[in-house]
């Protein structure tokens, strides 16, 4: 199993001006929010790590980012590989994304995640346990805990029965959230991105998945009712985030408590 990252947003909501500023690449405690999930990804047993990204000017620069980022959680990153890959069309948005990253991607399974949301446990690790050869398992929310979440913002769900039957933002009847973390049958899924891709210029993973259930494929949910989580779609949501997850709290990203004393910074201090 491969893990992939969509991270070729363009972070409008941020307002920002410089073309280099990646959201995902915010501070939380003494690393960052995507290192939180290339971590979570790493102690769920994913080798290879695949992300997504746009804009990128110096590749090995990025990368040696996200290495020393992760070392600061602890990780030794020489047991696996970080594969990045460049979106030039971001305006295609995330479903032409996906569909980079699967054709990319070699083995049987994905584990795909946006690069955005971050929980309280690591969801991807029970994603993994629960999976029993879906086409598409989704990690939802049931909705018991409402707060702080933005239902106008959130991609809604109906499901009945383990299986998902409709997924959208502006669906009458939901029960459930898209809390952004999938394992995909990844040829499969590769396919229904293929078709779509030759139809259509922007695209997004919702629609992949709204074709996969009209193909007759399988698309599941496992719901995590108790898991803290947040979509930083915004500052305000990015100052909640830190305010959640701050180093006294008795929440953190993935379950990873700080790091006293990190791989990384054992390293540097043995050379």
């Given at each position: 199993?491969?893990?992939?990252?969509?991270?070729?947003?363009?972070?409008?909501?941020?307002?920002?001006?410089?073309?280099?500023?990646?959201?995902?690449?915010?501070?939380?405690?003494?690393?960052?929010?995507?290192?939180?999930?290339?971590?979570?990804?790493?102690?769920?047993?994913?080798?290879?790590?695949?992300?997504?990204?746009?804009?990128?000017?110096?590749?090995?620069?990025?990368?040696?980012?996200?290495?020393?980022?992760?070392?600061?959680?602890?990780?030794?990153?020489?047991?696996?590989?970080?594969?990045?890959?460049e979106n030039r069309t971001p305006k295609r948005e995330n479903g032409y994304s996906l569909f980079l990253g699967?054709?990319?991607?070699?083995?049987?399974?994905?584990?795909?995640?946006?690069?955005?949301?971050?929980?309280?446990?690591?969801?991807?690790?029970?994603?993994?346990?629960?999976?029993?050869?879906?086409?598409?398992?989704?990690?939802?929310?049931?909705?018991?805990?409402?707060?702080?979440?933005?239902?106008?913002?959130?991609?809604?769900?109906?499901?009945?029965?383990?299986?998902?039957?409709?997924?959208?933002?502006?669906i009458p009847k939901y029960n459930r959230l898209d809390m952004g973390a999938f394992l995909l049958r990844t040829k499969a899924i590769r396919n229904i991105c293929?078709?779509?891709?030759?139809?259509?210029?922007?695209?997004?993973?919702?629609?992949?998945?709204?074709?996969?259930?009209?193909?007759?494929?399988?698309?599941?949910?496992?719901?995590?009712?108790?898991?803290?989580?947040?979509?930083?779609?915004?500052?305000?949501?990015?100052?909640?985030?830190?305010?959640?997850?701050?180093?006294?709290?008795?929440?953190?990203?993935?379950?990873?408590?700080?790091?006293?004393?990190?791989?990384?910074?054992?390293?540097?201090?043995?050379?």
């Amino acid at each position: 199993m491969e893990g992939l990252i969509l991270a070729a947003g363009c972070s409008s909501r941020f307002n920002s001006t410089d073309n280099a500023f990646k959201k995902y690449l915010l501070k939380v405690n003494n690393s960052n929010i995507l290192s939180y999930i290339i971590t979570g990804m790493i102690k769920t047993g994913i080798s290879k790590i695949n992300i997504i990204a746009s804009k990128i000017s110096n590749k090995s620069k990025y990368k040696q980012i996200l290495l020393n980022s992760i070392g600061e959680l602890g990780i030794d990153f020489k047991n696996f590989k970080l594969n990045i890959i460049e979106n030039r069309t971001p305006k295609r948005e995330n479903g032409y994304s996906l569909f980079l990253g699967l054709n990319a991607i070699s083995s049987e399974y994905t584990l795909l995640s946006m690069a955005d949301h971050i929980f309280s446990e690591n969801i991807f690790s029970q994603l993994v346990m629960n999976y029993h050869r879906y086409d598409i398992l989704l990690a939802t929310d049931p909705i018991h805990l409402k707060d702080p979440y933005k239902l106008e913002d959130a991609t809604k769900i109906y499901g009945f029965n383990s299986f998902i039957t409709n997924i959208g933002k502006e669906i009458p009847k939901y029960n459930r959230l898209d809390m952004g973390a999938f394992l995909l049958r990844t040829k499969a899924i590769r396919n229904i991105c293929q078709e779509i891709k030759l139809n259509t210029y922007k695209f997004g993973v919702t629609n992949v998945i709204l074709l996969a259930i009209e193909s007759g494929l399988n698309v599941s949910y496992f719901d995590f009712p108790n898991v803290f989580w947040l979509d930083v779609d915004n500052p305000s949501i990015y100052h909640q985030l830190k305010e959640c997850f701050r180093e006294s709290s008795n929440l953190h990203p993935f379950g990873l408590f700080p790091q006293k004393h990190t791989f990384y910074k054992d390293k540097k201090e043995k050379t």
